[in-house]
């Protein structure tokens, strides 16, 4: 079953995600801030991580700089999930490293679309 | 006396272990009841995420009991911020099953200021036409907070039928607006809502001709750029011109160089030569250059500064005349070398 790591310091859309994506048959792993978001990722390994860039402890962003300096997770897709939606903010996302990025309020369908095509893309 | 002594002190001690005792029974009850309270809420969400991800029917979660409370309206509410596309129409059909909506409306015109402000909030985040015509009245409440509030709210609907009521507002000096407020408004409802505006200056007061500029130039089509002359050569607000000559800056049409450089002559007021010198830099015109390096020898010296901050805007040709004043004894040197080094200060270190 393919693993995916979600974090969000937001009880309501933590559990929203976690249901889509168990409901299409992922295997989720939610965590609310950052610290246990690298702390996860370096555990288990997903084969995805949906991330809210503002967390408590560390960012979404700084998340993802964390794991592409991992050589066991640099190739990992990230999907950055956020409130932020300026287009400085969407550059930023991507500089560091980010697959994708959405901005909250978000679709869960089209979450799920986007997770399945960044899935596809590391076949 | 001393038994007296003795029977107060007794009761002393008695009424602290009593107020010790009331204390931590309170503590216990209301631990208990925040558990209970979580422990409801996340049942709640589970089921509202069951709701949203088409898990659940709302035949089914209607038959539920545990939805009959105040609880599950307001993890409903909260929820509604944050998704969009299908799940925000389950969810808005979902509220509007149970007369949220309705309820929302009703509390517009309640009392409570917060109360008020809920209801709006909550009536931009259902973003249906009914919302409209509530949020509109409360442009005339009689708190700004909550009339701001409206306007952001009116902003987030997207409706441009909503554009006479927030023109109207912006120039109603007994409950006044912010104006970037309305301005931020207007430009989330976009294009759709351009005529409305346009209409404005019809119709409209001082503030409603200064954001209609303001928006027509931040739309920044050429096709506005004869309204926005008309507006800088024959209004009678400053203000309104002021923001007409920024908005041409903005276009950027060759077509209004002309008037906006009538607009640099000595007898003109202050602000509107310096924001013209910031419109030309805009527009950038080669040919205006001159014209801008002859204002640093200005007899006024905001003129001369906002002159030369334009040149150094403007290129290579504006660079060079710039180098040219910084290095004579005119007046305006002082005001080119000043803005050379902030144009220094700008560029990338070469490295």
Redesign the interface.
Known sequence: MTTILVADD????L??VD??LS?SGYAVIAVSDGRQAIEHARKHHPALMILDVTMPFHSGIEVTLEMRTDPDLKNTPIILLTAKSMEQDTERGFAAGATDYMT???????LLSRVQAALGRTV | MRLALVVSVLLLLISIFAMLVTTVIIRLVRTKTEARSAVQEAKL??LL??F??E?LSLFELQELKRIDSSQFDE?SE??L????????DILVSFLYSRGAIDKAIERTRKLGCLGRCKAAAFLGNVGIPEAREPLESMLRDRRQDVRTLAIRCLGQLGSPESVPALLSAVDDHRRPVPFGAVLVALMRIGSQGKGSVKAGLEFGGTRCRAVTAEILGMEGSTEDTTVLISLLENDPSLEVKLRSARALGRIGSPKAIRPLSECLESHKPTALRIVTCGALAAIGDRDTVQEIITLLNDEDYQVARAAAKAASQMGPAGIEQLNLIAASNSRGAAFAKEALARLAAKAPSAS
């Open positions: 937001d009880p309501d859309i559990e929203l249901y889509k409901q909250k309020p978000f679709s869960p369908r089209e | 969400r589970g995420v069951r949203l991800s898990d993890i909260a929820m911020s944050k998704v969009k596309g299908r799940a925000k």
